[in-house]
């Protein structure tokens, strides 16, 4: 396992594939994009920096191997050959989750029987392991063509363990760090999310702002595997510790009408580590002042316009557009919502998913379109 080049695949949210190709690039790996991740090779070494430094991902999986099965005795004898004795230990509990389409074998759950019986045969001997959470183990038919790939992340990526506090309708924390991407902020601007909720706007932009690796509070599925490779993952972690920078002083505003959602946002943001960088603020939209030299707002505000009211009883998004035009014009605006807010210059920047819905990232700069 130590040197081998892998076959590996990140899987992110629809719509961040760009995203992620481009934080790839920026740890030195080459990504090609597929519809919802990205392809790319590597060692463990890679493994592990993905995680460690993917903000906009979900889950980093390794390809156990791909072939044709055409027959349940086919996909055991194959299934049977993959390098199991790597990843998972004798007697550790798997969970096997199988997608079909166009192939000769479309019973899942005998397709999952049969890989795991095949996994357990080449494991040998059983050793109970208790309490070490499941491996997930990924099998994809497509037009009798089998691939089998292992899950190294464990909890998904976006959990990057420092949400204690949650309000209603939070975003995940790789969709508000893609909203990021998508808007081009650098973290050299000011940010200002003006409803912030449990803050993971400006938490994600806090973090990418000092340069602080996403996944560095958490464990990784990676680290239970027989082959884990202790010392070049404590290698990484102190390279990313000295990448940290310290941004000296606070350019990011979290403001919400709510007072508890800004006590979850500060308790979230000082699990982050983050909490010096936000300036915290109880507001409504309506009054919020912020910096006139501009910088970037962004934020996911209520859904829902009500039409013809005055400004303080008009929705956030309604609020945001027209303050946009009259006093906040220096800045650069996203919102991520279904409806195209009210008033020019917005354009859509991407169409995500949020709570299961599909929604626009609609941007907005003065004098655009
Ligand atoms: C969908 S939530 C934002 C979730 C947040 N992005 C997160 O990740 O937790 C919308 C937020 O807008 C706030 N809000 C609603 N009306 C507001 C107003 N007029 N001014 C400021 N905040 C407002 C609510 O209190 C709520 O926290």
């Known amino acids: 396992l130590k040197n081998r080049q892998h076959d590996l695949f990140l899987i992110c949210p629809p719509g961040l594939e760009a995203c992620c190709v481009a934080e790839l690039g920026s740890l030195g790996v080459q990504g090609e994009p597929r519809q919802g991740g990205v392809a790319f090779q590597g060692g463990l070494r890679e493994l592990y920096l993905v995680n460690l430094w993917s903000r906009c991902g979900s889950r980093v999986l390794v390809r156990l191997g791909e072939f044709r099965a055409k027959d349940f005795p086919g996909l055991y004898r194959k299934a049977l050959q993959l390098p199991w004795g790597s990843y998972v230990r004798p007697g550790w509990p798997v969970k096997l989750r199988v997608t079909s389409h166009r192939s000769r074998l479309m019973h899942s759950d005998r397709i999952a029987e049969t890989v795991e019986t095949a996994l357990r045969q080449a494991l040998g001997p059983q050793e109970s392991v208790p309490g070490d959470g499941e491996q997930v183990v990924l099998v994809r038919l497509e037009e009798d063509a089998c691939t089998v790939s292992i899950d190294s992340s464990g909890e998904l990526l976006h959990r990057r363990g420092y949400r204690q506090i949650m309000t209603p309708a939070p975003l995940r924390e790789n969709l508000a760090a893609g909203m990021l991407s998508l808007l081009g902020w650098h973290g050299d601007e000011a940010f200002c999310d003006p409803c912030c909720g449990s803050g993971t706007l400006p938490i994600e932009a806090a973090l990418l702002r000092s340069n602080l690796a996403p996944g560095?509070?958490?464990?990784?599925?990676?680290?239970?595997?027989?082959?884990?490779?202790?010392?070049?993952?404590?290698?990484?972690?102190?390279?990313?510790?000295?990448?940290?920078?310290?941004?000296?002083?606070?350019?990011?505003?979290?403001?919400?009408?709510?007072?508890?959602?800004?006590?979850?946002?500060?308790?979230?943001?000082?699990?982050?580590?983050?909490?010096?960088?936000?300036?915290?603020?109880?507001?409504?939209?309506?009054?919020?002042?912020?910096?006139?030299?501009?910088?970037?707002?962004?934020?996911?505000?209520?859904?829902?316009?009500?039409?013809?009211?005055?400004?303080?009883?008009?929705?956030?998004?309604?609020?945001?557009?027209?303050?946009?035009?009259?006093?906040?014009?220096?800045?650069?605006?996203?919102?991520?919502?279904?409806?195209?807010?009210?008033?020019?210059?917005?354009?859509?920047?991407?169409?995500?998913?949020?709570?299961?819905?599909?929604?626009?990232?609609?941007?907005?700069?003065?004098?655009?379109?």
């Open 216 to 369: 560095m509070r958490r464990e990784f599925r990676f680290m239970r595997w027989p082959g884990f490779r202790h010392g070049l993952w404590q290698q990484l972690l102190s390279e990313a510790a000295r990448k940290t920078v310290d941004p000296g002083f606070g350019i990011i505003l979290a403001a919400d009408k709510d007072e508890s959602a800004l006590e979850a946002a500060r308790a979230n943001a000082r699990a982050a580590g983050v909490e010096e960088l936000v300036s915290f603020r109880q507001e409504d939209v309506a009054v919020l002042e912020v910096n006139p030299a501009g910088g970037l707002m962004a934020a996911n505000p209520p859904y829902g316009l009500r039409l013809d009211l005055p400004l303080r009883q008009l929705s956030p998004l309604q609020v945001v557009a027209q303050r946009l035009q009259a006093d906040w014009n220096r800045w650069r605006c996203g919102l991520l919502t279904p409806e195209r807010p009210p008033g020019g210059g917005w354009r859509s920047a991407a169409l995500l998913h949020n709570g299961g819905i599909t929604v626009n990232l609609w941007a907005w700069r003065a004098g655009g379109e």
